[in-house]
């Protein structure tokens, strides 16, 4: 949020030093007289970004999917994935996470499958809590 405040005063500077040339219609991220970025500029900007990042060329749009898997790698539950992402259909993550031959791999090595298994096993066997009341009763 203080990201998208900082670009709204921006903004403003923006509209003050255009004064009337300035056309309102709603943009969050416009030209500096207030109609939309064209999609050139926007291009542009991203490949200057992976250039100076030192990354491979690809698309804007493949940001979605990388970001997506990268999730996917970090175990973040599908859910919060839908969040981050903006999707309200969890068919979303079926296209746009991608199952990588490193992921494959991991979950077949023998040391992950017992870092899953313990896991699944502190999930389903928690250890049992006293009871609060003080009872001696365990839940």
């Not at 255009?18 to 050139?40: C, D, I, S, Y």
């Amino acid at each position: 949020m203080d990201v998208l405040r900082r670009h709204g005063a921006c903004q403003e500077r923006d509209r003050d030093r255009a004064a009337n040339l300035w056309v309102e219609q709603g943009w969050m991220f416009t030209n500096r007289l207030g109609g939309p970025v064209h999609p050139k500029v926007d291009h542009d900007a991203w490949k200057n970004l992976l250039r100076k990042a030192g990354v491979r060329d690809a698309r804007l749009h493949d940001a979605r999917h990388t970001t997506a898997t990268m999730l996917l790698l970090l175990g973040v539950p599908s859910r919060a994935v839908m969040d981050v992402m903006g999707w309200s259909q969890a068919s979303m993550t079926i296209r746009y996470q991608h199952i990588t031959p490193e992921l494959t791999r991991s979950i077949a090595k023998p040391g992950r499958r017992a870092v899953l298994v313990g896991r699944v096993m502190r999930i389903l066997w928690r250890p049992r809590q006293p009871n609060v009341a003080g009872t001696g009763a365990t839940t």
